[in-house]
């Protein structure tokens, strides 16, 4: 498995982890991300793993939430069938990038749900964080969200100036992580 890749490529880094952070390089995103983790806590591969599934437990415990937003209610077992999902509980806790990934992209269906249902700057902030999140580390991840926010979003808007406004900013962002995702 990459995850004793992971663990000791992470214990024994040589490099800088502030430097070198490049969108798409999923595998040394990774790695500065584990050795930042093993500069601050024992050298435990355990103990990285179970931060990791916690991670994934955030993830599937935020898409939650986005389901609560988007219900108006809360209902657990919306929560238990998302975490007892086979392929949410073997990927989201295993030491690797499947459940930083996961986390983002929950970051951005959270941000979907709550425009869905509040609207506002904050709501397509979140959206792009948990796109900029995923793209950190799966590049090709960027159009695949983008092309969906931008429908909903011009479905949700209000009046041509607004709408022209966003035409723009989503075309910039889709041809930036598409270019991104040519370079990679």
């Not at 990285?48 to 994934?56: D, E, H, P, Q, R």
């Not at 990038?97 to 397509?124: E, N, Q, T």
């Not at 792009?128 to 995923?134: C, H, K, N, T």
Request: net charge positive; with cysteine; proline share 4%.
């Amino acid at each position: 498995l990459d995850s004793f890749d992971y663990f000791f490529g992470a214990i024994n880094y040589g490099g800088s982890v502030t430097e070198g952070w490049v969108m798409g390089q999923g595998t040394p995103n990774i790695m500065r991300l584990y050795a930042i983790h093993a500069l601050v806590l024992p050298h435990s591969f355990h103990l990285m793993k179970v931060n990791t599934a916690f991670v994934g437990l955030g993830a599937i415990y935020l898409c939650y939430r986005a389901a609560v937003n988007f219900l108006g209610r809360e209902d657990r077992r919306v929560f238990y069938a998302m975490l007892l999902c086979p392929s949410s509980l073997l990927w989201s806790s295993t030491l690797g990038k499947d459940p930083l990934v996961l986390f983002g992209i929950s970051v951005y269906i959270f941000g979907v749900a709550r425009w869905y249902r509040h609207g506002g700057i904050l709501s397509i902030a979140i959206m792009g964080a948990g796109i900029v999140g995923a793209m950190f580390i799966r590049v090709w991840l960027g159009p695949i969200l983008l092309a969906p926010m931008a429908a909903f979003a011009l479905s949700r808007l209000r009046g041509g100036p607004a709408k022209l406004l966003l035409i723009g900013a989503m075309g910039g962002a889709f041809l930036f992580s598409i270019q991104r995702f040519q370079d990679r």
